[in-house]
């Protein structure tokens, strides 16, 4: 088994860059009987990268969370399986090419430099402690997917009040849906975190490992706050169009700012290096 941890690492990249070719061919194509080859690609990839994890985390004898490249890779991972939650949903394939690179790109980069440190073979913690993390990524790359949907209202919003029917204006789904998938991603996003928060109290009042002072948990929650403001905006208050939109990014750009204010000017218990 061990053999197979080299093989899947290059094959990774190369299973996603087919992925990115079939959702560039849907977008280039629209309309085209060959639509759903990207799609077909991708469930390959999110397979392939599933049994790539769990080899590893059989052999290292706990998830492969343990470094800043595997975060990387489950980071990747996220983003393809949040993009494929709001695929299935919304039946929108040519948004895909606008998500799709992003992965590509972190997995080459895992692929490329977290296979030359040795694994781990001492578990980083209790399973569930691990679950907190694995929500977590889950989480922040819903928001992520969510940016890039927000992203590409705005280009589309302001194109249609200049009047531009471009290629991009062509290909792209209604405002509205693009509203939508942005903020089924946040929701998705949500739940995830709040699952992990919880997951992470719980953990810290059984192990009296870390405190809850801690800066990286009020960041967090402060997070949570905004994008739980921004979701209960769009469903119970009727924000739609750039107003809602530009409140998940906030949400997004509060996420990474925190991220960058922890790392530099707060000292955290628990932290990826």
């Known amino acids: 088994m061990q053999s197979l941890v080299p093989l899947l690492t290059v094959l990774l990249p190369v299973v996603y860059a ?49 470094s800043v490249y595997d975060f990387l890779s489950a980071t990747g991972l ?14 929108i394939r040519t948004t895909g090419i606008f998500v799709l690179p992003f992965v590509f790109l972190i997995q080459i980069i895992s692929s490329a430099y977290g296979g030359q440190a040795a694994p781990d073979p001492v578990p980083l913690r209790p399973f569930w402690f691990e679950l907190h993390t694995l929500t977590a990524v889950l989480g922040y790359s819903a928001f992520a997917v969510s940016a890039i949907y927000g992203v590409l209202f705005l280009i589309l919003y302001r194109d249609i009040k200049a009047n531009r029917f471009s290629f991009f204006f062509r290909r792209m789904p209604p405002l509205e849906a693009l509203g939508q998938m942005n903020i089924r991603a946040a929701g998705s996003g949500l739940v995830l975190l ?31 706050c ?3 403001f921004s979701v209960l905006a769009y469903h119970r208050f009727g924000w739609r169009g750039p107003r809602a939109i530009y409140m998940s990014l906030i949400g997004f750009t509060t996420l990474l700012l925190s991220r960058v204010a922890v790392d530099l000017f707060f000292h955290s218990f628990h932290s990826f290096r």
């Open 18 to 66: 087919f992925a990115v070719a079939g959702y560039a061919s849907a977008y280039a194509r629209e309309g085209t009987s060959g639509d759903r080859l990207g799609t077909l690609a991708l469930r390959a990839a999110v397979l392939l990268h599933i049994f790539y994890l769990s080899v590893r985390g059989v052999l290292e004898g706990h998830l492969p969370l343990a």
């Open 78 to 91: 996220s983003m393809a399986i949040v993009y494929l939650y709001v695929e299935s949903r919304e039946r």
């Open 194 to 224: 709040t699952l992990a928060i919880v997951l992470g109290v719980g953990w810290i009042k059984q192990s009296g490992t870390g405190s809850l002072t801690d800066p990286k948990i009020w960041f967090t929650v402060f997070v949570w």
């Open 226 to 228: 905004v994008f739980a």
